[in-house]
Structure formats: structure tokens, C-alpha cells
């Protein structure tokens, strides 16, 4: 068989299903191969930023790697910005990037250009496959590298006439890697630190924010002077009642040294020590007080799990966590204004249980987590790269891995206009996603950054870079324009039945909720 099938062939049998993709020339025998192989599900994404975005969602949630296919330098590089927000999630994602054939390179054709230099800057992993009959065996590389642990961006750069070209034969999985065992002495120090009454603070990410490893957590602070933190950003929290609630580390420098305090030890649990998202005049990078220790009990490679409970079997038996209890808020009046705080308070009276929220809600957002701390159970996936437009590609591959649960994309306004194009492959795909977009019609968090900087106080020339008002833009229209049903909402009480509604209704829809800022 042609190296294409071979590819598809052993990329199924190593449990990658699912491809997003945005092809080219270069990538034709890839796509011709999809009637050959019907175990692998296409998706198709009309900008390769939503297809990298939604291997993200689909690799957060479904703990194993999509595929994605973007067409040489130029489509990978339009893939780049949510592959960094993949890399910082340390999801799972085997990238496939078409190139000119090997015999062609040399005439530096037009779409020429440095994929393997592209590639390395988000990827843990880079092969070119130079024969048709080695391909199989890069892919299944490839999958073993992107499992991990830790999870990362395998890319495979494939050539188009070892795609084309007869003579592979599929090859088995090949065996990813095993974490890595707790560090006894980081374990002793941990339990000293405990045992030692002094104020001690854990910073869970990764792998520790999902249920049970939380709990994990919980339970080594229970009934001790120690609280549990959760990095800025995480890949994937699993919260809501009868799960511990923990409290996020603040974005801005001050709140979250104002969180951390006090503290004697700080404790890393598969997240990196707390450093301000950016350098600003007279304020320190490293938000570690002076004096805190810092424990690191797990990192990305290793068995978190199994390094807690080693910290549990030193320590014996201790206190049981509190656990968050199902408390919703009530939906506010019907006619109050749609501010931060009322669009909270009905997403936090409405969010159905299970769901997944994909959370680029930005500054409008500020109150949302809150509100539904004691909602139902439920996932909640947030930017870990900083790297805006990740919301909607990521809710589509949320939508993707768990058919039956509803994903709800809270995106703001300006992050939605990066990847909007993902509204089309909901609806192509009959997604179950229920996007809000928070419209404040700005880039409201630049307005802010802007003062923190210590910039000039901002001009009529300067504040206009930020703002989003002339022309307004129509997302009921931009949402119709791609297939998806969408309404408008400027109170309460529209918010709150429109959203409702939508939340009730099978397949994508689109609330844009008017801020009243
Ligand atoms: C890829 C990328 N480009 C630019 C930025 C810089 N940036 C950070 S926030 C922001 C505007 C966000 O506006 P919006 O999504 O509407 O949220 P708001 O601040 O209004 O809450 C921009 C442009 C970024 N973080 N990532």
C-alpha cells in the first residue's frame, strides 16, 4: 500500500482516531486515503488555528492524541499559536505537516520554507520521514512521543512522494514512556513541611487538578495550616460540587502574592513555581515571598499520583477535605443590566452537570468561576499559553472527544474574532457546544495593561488601538453566516432565556451577551 494508508492504518491502531485538518496539494494522498480507511474520522477546519486548537480540546479531554494535517510551513505556521497553548497544556497532539516532495525542494518553489524550525519551537518531538517504507514506523513514533509522559506536540513532516509512493505496510504501536517514580527525599521534605505546623501552600496544575488526584491534595492539607492553590491557567480542572474547591492563582502579580502570603513552604504539584505572566516596571517576576521554600513534589514526567500518596504513607492517617457542596446562585432579575456580575450569576444558576467549559471569557469572565463553584460537576478547560483565540477551536475538540456532554465556550469578544471560523466546523459537525460571547467590545484587559505598564496615561490614538466599537461587530450575523442558530442578549432576563434555551437545544448555538460595562 501507498505510505498515506500505511500512515492512516497504524495511526488508528495506536488510538488516534480523530484528524483535524486543513489540507493542500501536498497533502492530497493523505485525504484520498480517508475512503480507505473509515476507522479515521476527518474534521475539517477552515483555518489551521482552530484545527490545532480543537486537538487541544479533544487531547485535554479524551487523554490521548487527534491528529492534525496542515499544509507545509505556511499552514503549520497558522497553526502555531494555539499548538504553544497545546505545548503549555502538555496535551497530546501528533501533527502531521505535508511538504513539497523530496526531489522538488530543491527549486525552491513557491511554499518553500523552514518547516522543521517552525515545528521545534512548539513541539517536544520532529521527524522528517524521508521513506515510504519507514513512515508507519515515524508514525507510531510519533504517537509514543506524543503520549509522553509528559504529554506534548509530536510532529511528523512528511513529504509528499513518501506519502504517494507504494511499499509500507502499517507498523504496531510502538510503547510510550512510563512516569517517573516519586523522589523519596522531595517526599520526606514534603511530610517535614506538614508535619512542621508552619504555613504551607500547594500550587496543584496538570495532572493534579483532576478529580481524585485532587482530592489527593485536599487531604494532606485537611486539619493542617495549609491551603491548596491552583496554577493561573490549568490544562483542565475538574470541579464543582462533591469536589475540592480550590482556589486559583490570581493573573495579576499583586493578588496572587497576596494568596501566597505567608507562606513557610510552597508545595508544586505538576505545575512550575509562580512567576508574574509579565515583567512590569518595579514589580518582581518571581511571586515566591521571601523565606518560602519551595517543594518540588512532582513535575510533568512524573507519577503525581503516586508522589502524593507517598507523602499520605509517610504522614498515616489524616483529616477528611471539605468538599464543595452543590450551591447555585439564583438567577437575577429579568431586567438588570447585563454586567460581569449578572452574566455570572446566570451561568452559575444554569451550567448543566457534566459540562465542559471552555473558558477564553477574559476580563467579562471575572466573576464566573465564582458563581459556579458549587455548581454541578463539571470540567473547566482555560488559555494555559496565553496565546488568545484558543477558546472555540478548543470547545470543538472538546465536542468532538465526549459526544453526549455539552460544552459551554464563554469567549470574549476579541479572543472569538481570532478563530471564529471554529463556529462553522461546530456546526458541520453538529457539535454540542452553547457559546457566550461575552461582548465589551474591547480589548479590555490591554485598556488595564496599558496603566500597569507604566505607559502614558493612553490617548484618543492610543485607546483606540483597543477598542472594538466602529463598526460594532454582529456576531448573530457572523454566527448565521456560518450555520449556527444565535441570538442577542442586553439583560438578565434575555441572557437567562436565551441561554437556557440554547443549553436545552442539541447541536451548536450562539448567545451574544451585550456587557454593560
Ligand atoms: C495570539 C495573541 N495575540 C495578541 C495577544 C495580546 N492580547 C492579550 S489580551 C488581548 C485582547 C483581549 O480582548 P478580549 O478577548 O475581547 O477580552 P477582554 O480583554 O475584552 O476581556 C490581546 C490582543 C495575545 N495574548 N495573544
Not at 495532572?207 to 482530592?215: D, F, K
Request: charged share 20%; glycine share 12%; net charge negative.
Amino acid at each position: 500500500m501507498n505510505g498515506a494508508h500505511a500512515l492512516l492504518h497504524t495511526l488508528v491502531a495506536g488510538g488516534v482516531d480523530t484528524c483535524f485538518m486543513n489540507p493542500g496539494t501536498s497533502e492530497m494522498h493523505f485525504v484520498a486515503a480517508l475512503d480507505g480507511v473509515p476507522e479515521m474520522r476527518g474534521v475539517l477546519t477552515l483555518f489551521e488555528g482552530v484545527a490545532t486548537g480543537a486537538a487541544d480540546g479533544y487531547a485535554r479531554m479524551a487523554e490521548r492524541p487527534a491528529a492534525v494535517l496542515l499544509h507545509l510551513g505556511p499552514g503549520l505556521g497558522n497553526g502555531v499559536a494555539n499548538l504553544h497553548n497545546a505545548r503549555r497544556a502538555r496535551s497530546p497532539v501528533v501533527t502531521v505537516v505535508g511538504d513539497h516532495a523530496t526531489y522538488h525542494k530543491q527549486f525552491d518553489a513557491p511554499l518553500e520554507s523552514d518547516i522543521d524550525a517552525l515545528a521545534s519551537n512548539v513541539s517536544g518531538w520532529v521527524r522528517r520521514s524521508m521513506k515510504t517504507e519507514e513512515l508507519p514506523q515515524d508514525a507510531a513514533d510519533a504517537i509514543a512521543h506524543a503520549y509522553g509522559p509528559p504529554g506534548q506536540v509530536a510532529t511528523l513532516i512528511l513529504p509528499a512522494d513518501v506519502s504517494w509512493s507504494d511499499g509500507a505496510q502499517p507498523a504496531r504501536p510502538a510503547r510510550s514512556g512510563v512516569a517517573r517514580p516519586p523522589d523519596e527525599g522531595v517526599v520526606d521534605e514534603v511530610a517535614r513541611a506538614l508535619r512542621s505546623g508552619e504555613p504551607v501552600g500547594f500550587l496543584v496544575g496538570g495532572r493534579a487538578g483532576r478529580a481524585g488526584v485532587l482530592e489527593q491534595v485536599g487531604a494532606l492539607a485537611a486539619g493542617r495550616p495549609a491551603k491548596v492553590l491552583c496554577e493561573t491557567f490549568p490544562a483542565r480542572l475538574e470541579r464543582g460540587a462533591g469536589r475540592l474547591d480550590v482556589e486559583r492563582l490570581a493573573y495579576l502579580g499583586e493578588r496572587a502574592m497576596a494568596q501566597l502570603e505567608g507562606l513557610a513552604h510552597l508545595v508544586v504539584v505538576d505545575a512550575v513555581s509562580p512567576v508574574s505572566f509579565f515583567a512590569y516596571p518595579g514589580k518582581p517576576s518571581d511571586l515566591v515571598p521571601d523565606g518560602c521554600r519551595v517543594h518540588r513534589l512532582a513535575g510533568p514526567a512524573d507519577d503525581v499520583g503516586a508522589a502524593l500518596d507517598a507523602v499520605a504513607s509517610v504522614l498515616g492517617p489524616g483529616a477528611v477535605p471539605t468538599l464543595a457542596s452543590l450551591e447555585r446562585p439564583g438567577l437575577p432579575d429579568g431586567d438588570d443590566p447585563l454586567t460581569a456580575d449578572v452574566l455570572a450569576r446566570t451561568i452559575g444558576a444554569l451550567l448543566p452537570e457534566d459540562a465542559i467549559v471552555s473558558d477564553e471569557a477574559n476580563t467579562s469572565g471575572l466573576f464566573i468561576a465564582g458563581a459556579t463553584a458549587g455548581a454541578p460537576p463539571h470540567d473547566w478547560l482555560t488559555l494555559t499559553g496565553g496565546a488568545i483565540g484558543m477558546g472555540l477551536p478548543l470547545a470543538t475538540g472538546a465536542a468532538v472527544a465526549c459526544p453526549g456532554r455539552r460544552v459551554l465556550a464563554l469567549e470574549a469578544d476579541g479572543s472569538a474574532m481570532y478563530t471564529a471560523q471554529a463556529l462553522w466546523t461546530m456546526a458541520r459537525e453538529s457539535a454540542d457546544v452553547t457559546v457566550v460571547i461575552l461582548a465589551n467590545r474591547s480589548y479590555a484587559i490591554l485598556n488595564m495593561e496599558l496603566r500597569r505598564v507604566g505607559a502614558a496615561a493612553g490617548g484618543p490614538r492610543a485607546r483606540s488601538m483597543l477598542d472594538l466599537r466602529d463598526p460594532e461587530l454582529d456576531f448573530v450575523s457572523l454566527a448565521a453566516g456560518m450555520g449556527l442558530p444565535a441570538t442577542r442578549a442586553r439583560t438578565g432576563g434575555e441572557l437567562a432565556d436565551q441561554l437556557g434555551r440554547a443549553l436545552a437545544t442539541p447541536g451548536p448555538s450562539l448567545v451574544e451577551a451585550v456587557i454593560s460595562r
